[in-house]
């Protein structure tokens, strides 16, 4: 079992930056690739990024290319470096671990609980 708590999340302008922090504790919890997804309100859950868990293979979704950046320190604790916010950005967003990578939710076994961002415009 492999529990996940995000922190980090909070009101922000646009333009501006934010850091979301994952910290997974469990057994065997840093074998496992890491992702981040978010879901705003009415809408499906999102696929944001993922890094593999020696942190040398990254992947991001189209919507937040270039802006966000996701890391590890192939241990426990996974970060997503937010840039440039845009309102769009506003969401709940949701740490996840599971034994392939990928953007498909269903590739990731454990999930925490959320933190929210909010980006003002």
């Known amino acids: 079992q492999v529990q996940l708590v995000e922190s980090g999340g909070g009101l922000v302008q646009a333009g501006g930056s934010l850091r979301l922090f994952c910290a997974a504790s469990?057994?065997?919890?840093?074998?496992?690739?890491m992702a981040w997804f978010r879901q705003a309100p009415g809408k499906e859950r999102e696929f944001v990024a993922a890094?593999?868990?020696?942190?040398?293979?990254t992947i991001y979704g189209d919507s937040v290319k270039g802006r966000f950046t996701i890391s590890s320190n192939a241990k426990t604790t996974v970060y997503l470096q937010m840039n440039s916010l845009i309102p769009e950005d506003t969401a709940v967003y949701y740490c996840?671990?599971?034994?392939?990578?990928?953007?498909?939710?269903?590739?990731?076994?454990?999930w925490g609980q959320g933190t929210q961002v909010t980006v003002s415009s």
């Open positions: 469990g057994r065997t919890a840093s074998t496992y690739n």
């Open positions: 890094v593999s868990r020696s942190g040398g293979l």
């Open positions: 996840a671990a599971g034994n392939a990578i990928g953007a498909d939710e269903n590739l990731f076994l454990y």
